[in-house]
């Protein structure tokens, strides 16, 4: 009973952490794609949200969060088949909720989080309950988002192990109605990209996590103690791998897998500390520690990023650039009485969300921030200014 007691006290300072992030961020010009482009799943959860809450920007993000939630959930009944200990499940749960990738996950408008959770419901129904259920959720998968193609891959890969012959037609099936209705993202002529793969990988688990799940996933594969958890892991991040070898990969369609490992890592640790006496416990304590800390370090570094501006030498390098500026522009408008803007379409989507319309009445010109001349827009983070801009009048008459 206390592990529960801990693990909804962990759901709630989630929760609180990233009510607070919410309110720091602007919508980015492919969230604003997700909205207003064409109809997608998200689409339509984000649009149901914002007539449900209002059009502020806690609705605009609130299903990733409670998708994000509802994965911490599943994550934890699902860590009942790899671990015996209340506190290990707890553990792992923690270890979740500080990965970079599922914190970005959780507050972003994308694929990742809605894959997370689709994958560990999918999971935790295969694992609980009657095939038939699963050849009901599938299907839906493939209509929902096209990640879920790398799913299918890897359950025909899965079926021909167990030779399940229908599991195996099913997910060949879904295979090509994914692809024809999403497409398959390989195109360009070949260039190695496979380090910024890895890079990015690195940064989304933290080194220390992702390399150790890397040796574990390739651990079992050389002593074949292989499962359904290994299968949907391993299978789209060699996927991934050779798709880097000719192309640049958008990684967020296939870090969601590799979550799945964290059981898989978790119930091989635990084992081989626990089979050993506690006098020989202590590397695998100091192990532990120090992945920990850093996974702290690298969490508290996507929690406090504003803070990196002070010593980014340009604020446009900052990696999450593309999440600020938009919100704050807008009020700054607002404060000039202006309504309607035109402006390069990237930042016309992302003002639109805020109230603020494309019109030729006023030209928004962003100014170099080294300029010295007065500018009608400033916006600053931390006292480092980040964007600077001029609105220029039109004269139509």
Same mark, same amino acid.
């Given at each position: 009973?206390?592990? =529960?007691?801990?693990?909804?006290?962990?759901?709630?300072?989630?929760?609180?952490?990233?009510?607070?992030?919410?309110?720091?961020?602007?919508?980015?010009?492919?969230? &604003?794609?997700?909205?207003?482009?064409?109809?997608? +799943?998200?689409?339509?959860?984000? @649009?149901? $949200?914002?007539?449900?809450?209002?059009?502020?920007?806690?609705?605009? =993000?609130?299903?990733?969060?409670?998708?994000?939630?509802? *994965?911490?959930?599943?994550?934890?009944?699902?860590?009942?088949?790899?671990?015996?200990?209340?506190?290990?499940?707890?553990?792992?749960?923690?270890? +979740?909720?500080?990965?970079?990738? *599922?914190?970005? *996950?959780?507050?972003?408008?994308?694929? &990742?989080?809605?894959?997370?959770?689709?994958?560990?419901? +999918?999971?935790?129904?295969?694992?609980?309950?009657?095939?038939?259920?699963?050849?009901?959720?599938?299907?839906?998968?493939?209509?929902?988002?096209?990640?879920?193609?790398?799913?299918?891959?890897?359950?025909?890969?899965?079926?021909?192990?167990?030779?399940?012959?229908?599991?195996?037609?099913? @997910?060949?099936?879904?295979?090509?109605? $994914?692809?024809?209705?999403?497409?398959?993202?390989?195109?360009?002529?070949?260039?190695?990209?496979?380090?910024?793969?890895?890079?990015?990988?690195?940064? %989304?688990?933290?080194?220390?996590?992702?390399?150790?799940? #890397?040796?574990?996933?390739?651990?079992?594969? !050389?002593?074949?103690?292989?499962?359904?958890?290994? #299968?949907? $892991?391993?299978?789209?991040?060699?996927?991934?791998?050779?798709?880097?070898?000719?192309?640049?990969?958008?990684?967020?369609?296939?870090?969601?897998?590799?979550?799945?490992?964290?059981?898989?890592?978790?119930?091989?640790?635990?084992?081989?500390?626990?089979? =050993?006496?506690? %006098?020989?416990?202590?590397? !695998?304590?100091?192990?532990?520690?120090?992945?920990?800390? +850093?996974?702290?370090?690298?969490?508290?570094?996507?929690?406090?990023?504003?803070?990196?501006?002070?010593?980014?030498? @340009?604020?446009?390098?900052?990696?999450?650039?593309?999440?600020?500026?938009?919100?704050?522009?807008?009020?700054?408008?607002?404060? /000039?009485?202006?309504?309607?803007?035109?402006?390069?379409?990237?930042?016309?989507? =992302?003002?639109?969300?805020?109230?603020?319309?494309?019109?030729?009445?006023?030209?928004? @010109?962003?100014?170099? /921030?080294?300029?010295?001349?007065?500018?009608?827009?400033? %916006? $600053?983070?931390?006292?480092?200014?980040?964007?600077?801009?001029?609105?220029?009048?039109?004269?139509?008459?």
């Amino acid at each position: 009973m206390t592990s =529960r007691y801990i693990l909804f006290l962990l759901l709630g300072i989630d929760a609180l952490i990233l009510f607070f992030q919410i309110s720091e961020l602007s919508i980015s010009y492919y969230e &604003a794609k997700i909205l207003y482009g064409e109809f997608s +799943f998200l689409q339509l959860i984000t @649009n149901f $949200s914002l007539s449900i809450f209002g059009h502020n920007d806690l609705a605009l =993000r609130l299903p990733m969060m409670l998708l994000h939630l509802s *994965s911490v959930i599943l994550l934890y009944l699902n860590s009942k088949k790899y671990l015996k200990y209340e506190r290990d499940k707890i553990w792992l749960v923690l270890i +979740f909720i500080l990965l970079p990738g *599922s914190i970005s *996950s959780a507050l972003q408008i994308n694929s &990742a989080g809605l894959l997370i959770f689709g994958l560990f419901l +999918f999971v935790y129904i295969y694992e609980n309950f009657n095939l038939k259920y699963i050849y009901i959720l599938l299907p839906i998968y493939a209509l929902i988002d096209g990640g879920f193609l790398y799913l299918f891959l890897a359950l025909i890969f899965y079926a021909y192990y167990i030779k399940n012959k229908i599991l195996f037609i099913v @997910n060949f099936i879904l295979c090509f109605i $994914s692809i024809y209705i999403y497409g398959l993202n390989a195109h360009g002529l070949p260039s190695g990209h496979l380090l910024d793969a890895l890079a990015v990988y690195l940064a %989304i688990f933290s080194p220390i996590v992702f390399i150790y799940l #890397f040796y574990i996933l390739y651990k079992k594969l !050389y002593t074949k103690k292989v499962d359904l958890v290994w #299968f949907i $892991s391993f299978i789209p991040l060699v996927f991934s791998l050779l798709l880097s070898l000719r192309q640049r990969v958008e990684l967020d369609e296939f870090a969601p897998y590799i979550m799945l490992a964290l059981f898989l890592g978790a119930k091989m640790f635990s084992e081989s500390y626990r089979i =050993r006496l506690k %006098i020989f416990r202590k590397k !695998y304590k100091i192990m532990f520690i120090i992945s920990l800390v +850093f996974l702290l370090l690298n969490s508290l570094v996507v929690l406090f990023n504003k803070e990196l501006y002070k010593v980014i030498e @340009n604020p446009k390098k900052h990696f999450a650039y593309k999440m600020y500026i938009a919100k704050e522009l807008s009020i700054k408008l607002k404060e /000039l009485n202006i309504s309607c803007i035109d402006s390069n379409d990237d930042l016309s989507y =992302r003002l639109k969300f805020y109230g603020i319309t494309q019109c030729d009445r006023y030209i928004l @010109n962003e100014e170099s /921030l080294s300029t010295k001349n007065k500018v009608d827009v400033t %916006i $600053s983070y931390k006292n480092i200014v980040v964007y600077k801009a001029n609105v220029t009048k039109i004269n139509n008459e």
